[in-house]
């Protein structure tokens, strides 16, 4: 069971955005930028692409109301996605606000958030997902 598996399961706590019986949507804990969301398939598959051709088309088109979100969120140009699953072997993709394509290096440093902090951008994105 991956890490993603345990979180959708509610085993390890998270920052939820949004669900569906197909996906989940939470905060990264490590992120990026202030508002990085991860989405998950709810069934294990190690590869992005290895996942059936309507998961892969569902997939986007539930994060695609999650990327608007973001974006009113947050000072930024656009939503980024980015696909690198080499972090955990569960399928999954990166919504980030992006200025730049610098913004989606995953070489430079991490912020470190509070819970505090961590709360107040998933309420901001949740609610900008719901108007």
């Known amino acids: 069971m991956t890490i993603f598996s345990?979180?959708?399961?509610?085993?390890?706590?998270?920052?939820?955005?949004?669900e569906n019986e197909k996906f989940f949507a939470f905060l990264d804990i490590f992120p990026l930028r202030e508002?990085?969301?991860?989405?998950?398939?709810?069934?294990?598959?190690?590869k992005f692409f290895d996942l059936k051709d309507e998961y892969?088309?569902?997939?986007?088109?539930?994060?695609?109301?999650?990327?608007?979100?973001?974006?009113s969120s947050f000072d930024c140009n656009r939503c980024g996605i980015e696909v690198i699953g080499l972090e955990v072997p569960h399928a999954h993709m990166h919504l980030i606000p992006i200025n730049s394509a610098d913004d989606l290096n995953f070489n430079q440093s991490k912020l470190k958030l509070?819970?505090?902090q961590l709360e107040k951008i998933r309420d901001k994105i949740v609610s900008n997902l719901r108007s």
């Open 6 to 18: 345990k979180i959708i399961a509610g085993e390890i706590p998270s920052y939820k955005i949004a």
């Open 35 to 46: 508002g990085h969301v991860l989405v998950v398939p709810k069934t294990e598959t190690d």
């Open 56 to 71: 892969l088309s569902e997939m986007l088109l539930f994060a695609k109301p999650i990327a608007k979100a973001i974006e």
């Open 114 to 116: 509070t819970n505090e």
